[in-house]
């Protein structure tokens, strides 16, 4: 992990974040992602650069725009060289029943969560199959509720 970039989306704060931690904690630069202001993840991200000796950045970028994720994508490649690990951790949660779910909602919820919840195994997938030839291995890790305390035990919350 060390000297390596990981992207975690949904990384402002909750699981997404004690993911960044433990990346961090094993020297690994990080890059979070939400849709928080910058000025309000400035203290956040200094205080993990500092603790941790690695590289911190965070970027605001809303996943429903595919727009904002190529020139998020892009800008962590100028600032990094690129991404070696990514995490897709974001989620849009709004608990309704479904005749009392926003409508205006629904877009967004089927854009993100579809984007960084289901279509990245099947992705990663079909990239493993294309690059094990050349020797490269890809993982996609999507917590089953089994697997989850599991993971939550890798990562600390203060």
Do not use: F
Not at 10 to 29: E, Q, T
Not at 49 to 70: K, S, T
Not at 108 to 136: F, Q, Y
């Amino acid at each position: 992990m060390k000297g390596k970039t990981a992207l975690v989306t949904g990384s402002a704060g909750g699981l997404g974040l004690s993911i960044v931690r433990g990346l961090a904690a094993a020297g690994c630069n990080v890059v979070l992602h939400g849709l928080d202001p910058v000025a309000t993840m400035h203290a956040r991200c200094a205080g993990l650069a500092q603790a941790h000796g690695v590289r911190v950045d965070y970027r605001h970028a809303d996943l429903a725009e595919p727009h904002a994720i190529a020139s998020m994508v892009r800008g962590i490649a100028d600032s990094t060289g690129g991404i070696d690990i990514l995490v897709n951790d974001a989620v849009v949660r709004h608990m309704a029943l479904i005749d009392g779910y926003p409508v205006q909602h629904r877009g967004m919820a089927l854009a993100i969560n579809l984007t960084t919840k289901t279509a990245p195994p099947g992705l990663t997938r079909a990239v493993a199959v294309e690059a094990a030839s050349d020797g490269i291995t890809c993982n996609a890790d999507r917590p089953a509720d089994s697997a989850l305390t599991s993971a939550r035990s890798l990562c600390t919350e203060p």
